[in-house]
């Protein structure tokens, strides 16, 4: 069967140093992934997305790596300042399947700690 | 204004009775989807349509259905509300111009309670 696992539930960080969230996957070969922010009580809201034919991405404070041989995306945050707190959901694009569908994560809840 | 709105954002209800979530937006995008969410299971797809004629079901259909009323409504139905569909429900869009993109932007989300 298809899966995604975030491999933590939940990540504690220390402010400023870097945080690292993984997302692994099998019986996929997605087109691209999608990683998303999520606050408590509202919806997620895209952060970065990554095609399967590039290594790394980056956005200000944020870096996106993503291995389709591994089945593997890890998703950095930089100097993580306590507004980073959240969960992170990864997402991949189930296209090969014929359809324009996201498969979410069950994400990883991230705190970061003055 | 938000560009995707969900009504209403707290509904709870008795089991058995219908109960319809509206989703709207503004955004002119042709792609929209209603997923649930669950703590531990994360979000699952329920329906979504990429364009007023093209219904399609997702993960987890059963006890759902949708209605597509206008590029930009999109509606979720309970037709007999469970308990078990106590949950949190988001609404999204995506614009087909993107091509493989598929960025969706998401609603703010209803609170559904069946008791």
């Known amino acids: 069967s298809q899966k995604i696992e975030q491999n933590s539930e939940a990540l504690n960080i220390q402010e400023g140093k870097t945080a690292t969230l993984t997302c692994n996957y099998t019986?996929?070969?997605?087109?691209?992934l999608q990683w998303y922010r999520q606050d408590p009580g509202r919806g997620p809201v895209f952060l970065l997305l990554?095609?399967?034919?590039?290594k790394e991405k980056r956005k200000e404070r944020l870096k996106v790596t993503f291995d389709t041989t591994l089945k593997q995306s890890l998703f950095h945050i930089t100097a993580s300042q306590p507004a980073d707190s959240a969960t992170y959901l990864c997402a991949l694009d189930t296209r090969g399947a014929g359809s324009y569908q996201l498969t979410f994560g069950k994400g990883t809840k991230l705190s970061v700690i003055p | 204004d938000a560009d995707v709105t969900q009504t209403p954002r707290n509904r709870i209800t008795k089991t058995g009775k219908r109960i319809m979530l509206e989703c709207s937006q503004t955004k002119g995008h042709d792609r929209m989807y209603w997923y649930r969410q669950d703590p531990g299971l994360g979000l699952r797809l329920i329906y979504y349509s990429f364009d007023v004629k093209d219904i399609n079901k997702g993960e987890i259909s059963d006890g759902y259905s949708v209605s597509r009323q206008a590029q930009a409504k999109f509606s979720l139905s309970l037709e007999s509300a469970i308990p078990n569909q106590t949950a949190l429900y988001f609404c999204?869009?995506?614009?087909?111009?993107?091509?493989?993109?598929?960025?969706?932007?998401f609603g703010p989300g209803t609170r559904l309670t069946v008791l």
């Open positions: 990554i095609r399967e034919n590039e």
């Open positions: 999204a869009t995506s614009d087909r111009g993107q091509g493989i993109r598929n960025e969706q932007f």
């Open positions: 019986n996929y070969s997605p087109a691209y």
